[in-house]
């Protein structure tokens, strides 16, 4: 079982939908928790960055963290066609270097 | 530049050929990453660098795998006698400061090898 899972999908919703995207653990030394977006043939992009709990929100995107079901939640409202990408949950424990990712959302808008 | 830069952002090798792929991070940064992403997965862990030492390398997956950062700066990434498992998309991310912590991890476009 991998340290972090994330649904694949592909997830398909119409223009101006709210999109829940989520990932679960099994580390509970994780405390950093980040949401990455990738476009297709591009690196991967920082979105929200959260240490340890709690919500964070920043334009239309909103991070939540619950590290008591080792769940983490990225929403997306007023979903556009641009928003369409990979995206990717990453975690890391306090005091490592490097980040674990999640196999990624393949996430489609669709105008 | 502006970015971190990656090359060659498209390499095929025969299987058993050496290659190595180059990254030029943000200038000043103290960390970089590389990371290894295979087709619909997430990028995995290879190794990191501090300034030009070499902290942790515990993701290259055999001994074929071989990173330097000689002068702090630009890293490349050597891979001996490619094996058809190899091909992957090669990302190299630096940082400003040391660990995920400290900072933002900027990404290259990456380097696409496929081993034939």
């Known amino acids: 079982q991998k340290e972090v899972e994330q649904d694949p999908g592909p997830l398909s919703v119409p223009e101006g939908a709210i999109v829940s995207l989520n990932c679960t653990y099994s580390n509970s030394a994780f405390q950093y928790f980040m949401w990455y977006r990738q476009y297709s043939r591009k690196g991967p992009e920082l979105l929200m960055y959260t240490y340890s709990s709690g919500n964070k929100e920043d334009g239309r995107f909103t991070a939540q963290v619950d590290k008591s079901s080792k769940y983490i939640s990225l929403f997306i409202r007023d979903s556009q066609p641009s928003d369409s990408a990979t995206y990717l949950c990453a975690m890391s424990p306090q005091g490592a270097q490097k980040l674990v990712f999640g196999q990624g959302t393949r996430l489609t808008i669709n105008p | 530049g502006a970015g971190v830069s990656q090359s060659p952002r498209y390499k095929v090798a025969k299987r058993g050929q050496d290659v190595a792929l180059r990254c030029d991070p943000i200038s000043g940064h103290v960390s970089l990453f590389w990371y290894q992403q295979a087709l619909g997965q997430g990028p995995e862990f290879l190794t990191y660098?501090?300034?030009?030492?070499?902290?942790?390398k515990s993701g290259l997956p055999s001994d074929r795998f071989f990173a330097e950062r000689p002068e702090g700066s630009v890293s490349t990434l050597k891979i001996q006698r490619t094996q058809q498992e190899d091909s992957a998309v090669y990302l190299c991310a630096s940082s400003l400061f040391a660990g995920p912590g400290t900072g933002e991890l900027f990404f290259g476009e990456g380097s696409r090898l496929t081993v034939l």
């Open positions: 660098f501090q300034n030009e030492a070499q902290l942790d």
